[in-house]
């Protein structure tokens, strides 16, 4: 078997070390029919993601077959690599388990324990064959001792109602319980919206503790599966986790990270387009109207509808927030433009939620920014 590097930094020399092992995939490809698996592609380092790309770009003649696993939103800032894989390979979705497959899964939690062909039956039909939800339901068995660890064996339940399992949102909301306090309150402000992986850098800026600190807070969330590690940082292990911590974050409190996290941005990354329309999102959520719409401008707001790139694609669910604050803080039609635009053309390009929502406002808006009224009143004299 061969192992990609996963997670790791990459270190001096290990990019000659990824090249050798390229070699040796292709040799072997080129001699044998070769089947390379990959689960969370976007989780492994941006030097791996690159030799997989490479692997799958290669012209000369290869017997290799290359699986990976990838959600269908990639969030913000995907890799190049990254990118190409996914336009180059053919996506496949995955299919919910049968009832077999339940019962072969839980049969690697539980063994042979008796009641398992009914306990499988019963999952299988809350679960909808969801592999994920399959797993936390094992897990609250296990936590609400419905479901023993006894003198080397389970004990599972001679019947279950599947009424009373929980949907896999509220078996994810439920790992927020066994959160400390103070634990709790720092995964809240870090569910402000933000754009891609939570760094450690940003999250001691969010929560203005030092970095031996956060660390350890790290290490609880992740333990608790609140956050997960990606390749560049952390991220929330649902949206669904991050929403409902997000309702628990004060108003006040998250007006105030918003403005901390626009000033932290704006300081470190200027020269960055994209920085400086972060940092002015950011500030539009603080409420701050004039500093918002000029860093914005800096970033060449006008032009950033024809600028779908992935930096901005993973932006949207910030500028469609930042639109609707600067409708609540009274902004003209030129501060409203170029935002509208942006959420209008990524709902043709990235989800259709966002032309629906957005199109025909982004027609009116730009009707008034460039005067269409006059090319009617002059239409008459001027001709068509």
Not at 31 to 43: G, I, N, Q, W, Y
Not at 75 to 85: E, K, N, T
Not at 119 to 146: K, Y
């Amino acid at each position: 078997g061969y192992f990609l590097p996963c997670r790791q930094p990459c270190r001096p020399g290990q990019s000659a070390a990824l090249e050798d092992f390229r070699q040796v995939l292709l040799d072997i490809a080129r001699e044998h029919t070769l089947a390379v698996f990959v689960d969370d592609l976007h989780r492994i380092d941006p030097p791996s993601q690159a030799l997989l790309a490479s692997l799958v770009l290669e012209k000369a003649p290869a017997k290799l077959l290359l699986v990976v696993t990838l959600p269908r939103e990639l969030g913000a800032d995907p890799s190049p690599a990254l990118r190409s894989l996914r336009q180059a390979a053919l996506p496949m979705e995955l299919c919910p388990l049968a009832a077999s497959d339940v019962h072969a899964l839980l049969h690697s939690v539980f063994g042979n324990a008796s009641y398992l062909d009914r306990l499988a039956q019963r999952v299988h039909q809350a679960s909808a064959g969801n592999p994920a939800h399959c797993l936390e339901i094992a897990e609250h068995l296990a936590r609400s001792g419905a479901a023993r660890y006894s003198e080397g064996g389970w004990e599972l339940p001679a019947d279950l109602d599947p009424n009373s399992l929980p949907t896999l949102r509220e078996a994810q909301i439920a790992r927020l319980t066994r959160l400390s306090a103070a634990t709790r309150a720092f995964a809240c402000e870090l569910s402000v919206p933000h754009w891609g992986a939570l760094t450690l850098e940003h999250c001691c800026v969010l929560s203005e503790r030092n970095e031996h600190s956060v660390r350890t807070t790290l290490e609880e969330l992740c333990k608790a599966k609140v956050l997960s590690e990606v390749a560049n940082g952390y991220a929330f292990a649902s949206d669904d986790l991050r929403k409902e911590l997000h309702r628990e974050l004060d108003p006040q409190r998250a007006t105030y990270l918003h403005a901390r996290l626009g000033r932290w941005i704006a300081q470190r990354g200027t020269h960055h387009p994209h920085f400086n329309t972060l940092a002015g999102l950011h500030l539009l959520h603080a409420g701050q109207l004039q500093p918002g719409l000029e860093l914005l401008s800096r970033a060449s707001a006008p032009h950033l509808a024809s600028d779908l790139s992935a930096e901005i694609r993973g932006l949207l669910p910030m500028f469609e927030a930042g639109y609707v604050q600067l409708k609540k803080l009274g902004a003209n039609d030129d501060a409203l433009a170029s935002t509208v635009s942006v959420l209008a053309l990524g709902g043709y390009l990235v989800n259709w939620r966002y032309g629906s929502r957005y199109g025909d406002e982004a027609l009116e808006v730009n009707a008034r920014v460039l005067r269409l009224d006059l090319c009617e009143r002059w239409r008459g004299v001027l001709g068509g």
